[in-house]
């Protein structure tokens, strides 16, 4: 019973490795030729010199397109309006700053003041692609064809009020930053011969640097969707055509990845969301046909676009962009904390977050508060493991016997009979010992839910984001560099496992001598926050042995100074 639960639980940890292997997360695209086509992308919008276009012609395809024209009269019929220059404006506050383009009235940059990118820049999570037909957040779109027309520009108190009308249609959009927040609220109104209005959230979100690509639980250009109490994710390589869905009031729709979200939230009945897939074009490159192949299979080649459409002609909506932040997510609310969830064990993952920043707030460093964090488990933990060590160490007493009757009933393997008597026998000897055959492994099954949880906070959390440790770990999201904390934690998993006491026969003892191999090659590019945890419960694990083997009377020598042994069993 005792070697099957323990056979169990390690073959647990072997397929949870394996399959997270197998499927990892989606690679994000690679950082050069995003970085080349960001600077493409910005030194058009600075020089090109645009001409306005004409009001856009209804079309088909989009959520609202099908709806007949606004039949109201323009406000200007005699004398039209629209800029004659292009003009960038600004609206920021203590945590947000955007630009605005008054070609198209959309958001040509949104930089998160409070975080920086891989290469130390304000953080921007406008996206830049080279994509002729790519769209900026709050831009609207007819037929496919993002709006290019000038618009006057009048400012308001908190934002700027665009407007374009000529005799026979008319525009009004009035964008406004929520003070002392990541919120952008939002309102369009047509009227005229213009179609209802169909606004774009976006091409995709921000350009990820390299650190974070090579961050196999990152994230890049997914779509969220929160529609009557249910948040839906589309991936980019996944969307084969285009998607619509229908918005109910506090719904919303847009990007995230791993750490950001650019969610645009429409208020009132009737909206509807499109996810459109553009293909990126890419140079032909001098690479073997399976490299293309895998190119192509990472998704690398298409971005997707969310378009959010009113059925009729004012789209008042919310733009939230900003942090996945927890507290700050729960504070907003309405579905949008949703999107940050640790798992099926999500209430011990946040509980575990709120105590990792009261320590960091007393020592103001996440790879210390880490240590910290789990030391405290550990002493949480030290009865339970102290209890598994014991029931372990007697279990290793009894094994010659326990091998002994298995020996006995060796040739009786396929009479029930007499195996059944067997496991009588056992269960007996098991009694007369004083040995609980569960003993060893009720106690680390307490301790799945903890690591998982764990696990799943070092995994996602912004928190580990950019956050220093010591020397060459500068990034806790990111993996180590120089593979020295992979390295060591696999050495003290190799020496937990030798200190140990050794249960089960030599075949199942061999397979858990390649336990420390494996984990230590899977966690080569793993979070360096998320191995510096694991390092530390290794060391900590080592100790407690030794603690409860010293409390068990198994050390020789020390009194004398002499050097400490165990005694055989």
């Known amino acids: 019973m005792e070697k099957r639960l323990v056979l169990a639980f390690f073959l647990s940890a072997i397929i949870f490795a394996v399959w997270t292997i197998i499927f990892p997360p989606p690679k994000p695209a690679p950082r050069q030729a995003a970085t080349a086509v960001g600077k493409q992308v910005a030194a058009h919008a600075a020089t090109a010199k645009r001409e306005p276009v004409p009001p856009a012609v209804p079309r088909t395809g989009h959520p609202a397109a099908e709806t007949s024209p606004v039949t109201r009269t323009a406000a200007c019929s005699t004398t039209p309006d629209a800029a004659d ?12 700053k955007l630009r605005l383009d008054n070609r198209g009235a959309d958001v040509t940059s949104l930089i998160l003041k409070k975080y920086d990118d891989d290469e130390g820049n304000p953080l921007d999570l406008v996206q ?101 109490g249910k948040l839906e994710r589309f991936k980019r390589k996944k969307v084969h055509g285009t998607k619509t869905l229908a918005v109910p009031p506090m719904g919303f729709a847009g990007f995230e990845d791993t750490y950001f979200l650019n969610v645009l939230r429409p208020i009132g009945e009737g909206a509807s969301v499109q996810i459109v897939p553009l293909q990126l074009p890419v140079k032909p490159e001098k690479v073997t046909a399976s490299a293309k192949k895998k190119k192509e299979k990472a998704g690398e080649r298409t971005v997707l676009e969310v378009l959010v459409g009113a059925p009729g002609p004012v789209l008042h909506g919310e733009l939230f962009a900003g942090p996945k932040e927890y507290n700050l997510l729960q504070k907003v609310d309405h ?18 977050l709120k105590v990792l920043r009261w320590i960091y707030d007393r020592v103001g460093n996440y790879g210390l508060a880490i240590i910290l964090l789990t030391l405290l488990i550990r002493i949480v933990l030290f009865p339970f493991m102290h209890k598994s060590t014991v029931s372990m160490r007697k279990m290793q007493k009894v094994q010659p016997k326990v091998k002994a009757i298995q020996e006995k009933y060796k040739k009786h393997k396929g009479d029930p009979q007499m195996r059944a008597k067997m496991n009588q026998e056992m269960m007996e000897l098991y009694k007369v010992e004083g040995v609980n055959p569960m003993g060893g492994c009720l106690p680390m099954l307490i301790q799945l839910p903890i690591l998982w949880a764990l696990y799943t906070l070092f995994a996602y959390s912004i928190t580990m984001r950019h956050a220093p440790f010591i020397w060459w770990i500068h990034d806790l999201s990111a993996k180590d560099p120089y593979y020295i904390t992979p390295i060591l934690m696999t050495f003290t998993m190799w020496l937990q496992q030798k200190l140990a006491p050794q249960a089960g026969d030599a075949q199942q003892q061999k397979m858990f001598r390649l336990m420390p191999l494996i984990f230590g090659i899977m966690f080569l590019g793993f979070p360096s926050g998320l191995v510096l945890y694991w390092l530390t419960n290794n060391v900590l694990t080592i100790l407690q042995q030794e603690v409860t083997f010293a409390l068990m009377g198994e050390r020789k020598g020390a009194a004398k100074g002499g050097k400490p042994k165990r005694k055989k069993a």
């Open 85 to 96: 220059r292009e003009q960038t404006l600004v609206l920021e506050n203590n945590l947000v």
């Open 128 to 228: 830049r692609v080279n994509l002729a037909a790519r769209t900026y957040p709050l831009q609207l779109v007819d037929g496919g064809q993002p709006d290019e027309r000038l618009y006057s520009v009048e400012k308001i108190k908190g934002g700027v009020r665009f407007h374009w009308c000529d005799t026979k249609a008319e525009v009004t959009k009035i964008v406004q930053l929520v003070p002392e927040s990541y919120q952008v609220k939002v309102e369009i109104t047509v009227a005229g011969t213009e179609p209802a209005p169909v606004m774009s959230v976006g091409t995709g979100m921000r350009n990820i640097g390299k650190l974070e690509k090579a961050n196999r639980f990152a994230t890049w250009g997914n779509v969220a969707v929160y529609a009557n």
């Open 335 to 352: 579905g949008i904390e949703k999107t940050l969830h640790f798992g099926i064990f999500n209430p011990i993952s946040v509980f575990f």
